[in-house]
């Protein structure tokens, strides 16, 4: 005769898991405020904001701002496909409206590349993290 399944184990009472995680919908309210300040930002006529001496740096920054706003919003809601999405085409739209209406910037399709090379980083973590069961 075979077992029964085991039930689950609760959490202990007041256990509210790591301490990061009560912090987590600050922590995807603030990566989303800083995704859209930093896209829609006016830029600089000079051009001082770019690092002659780092070539490739802002498409660190593009990937980076794309990943951890994807990854917390992933994380929080558990709607990943939906998460990365929008991201998805809010890559295309702020390329758009940044070479259309925004002052001193340019859209570039390199960049809504590296935008969505951070929403694929961002959706391979939070498909590892979901497989380890947490």
């Known amino acids: 005769m075979a077992e029964p399944p085991t039930p689950p184990v609760e959490p202990p009472a007041?256990?509210?898991?790591?301490?990061?995680?009560?912090?987590?919908?600050?922590?995807?309210?603030?990566?989303?405020?800083v995704h859209l300040v930093a896209l829609y930002l006016p830029g600089d006529p000079q051009g001082t904001l770019e690092l002659p001496w780092l070539p490739g740096a802002d498409k660190v920054v593009h990937v980076l701002l794309f990943a951890v706003p994807v990854y917390l919003l992933g994380r929080l809601t558990r709607?990943?496909?939906?998460?990365?999405?929008?991201?998805?085409?809010?890559?295309?739209?702020?390329?758009?409206?940044?070479?259309?209406?925004?002052?001193?910037?340019?859209?570039?399709?390199?960049?809504?590349?590296?935008?969505?090379?951070?929403?694929?980083?961002?959706?391979?973590?939070?498909?590892?993290?979901?497989?380890s069961g947490r």
Do not use: K
Not at 15 to 32: F, K, N, S, T, Y
Not at 109 to 123: E, M, Q, R, S, T
């Open 14 to 33: 007041g256990h509210r898991g790591p301490r990061w995680v009560r912090w987590l919908p600050w922590l995807a309210g603030l990566a989303v405020a």
């Open 79 to 131: 709607r990943v496909g939906l998460v990365a999405g929008v991201f998805a085409v809010h890559a295309v739209v702020s390329e758009l409206v940044q070479w259309r209406f925004v002052p001193y910037r340019d859209g570039d399709a390199f960049d809504a590349l590296a935008d969505l090379a951070g929403i694929g980083l961002a959706v391979l973590l939070l498909l590892r993290w979901r497989r």
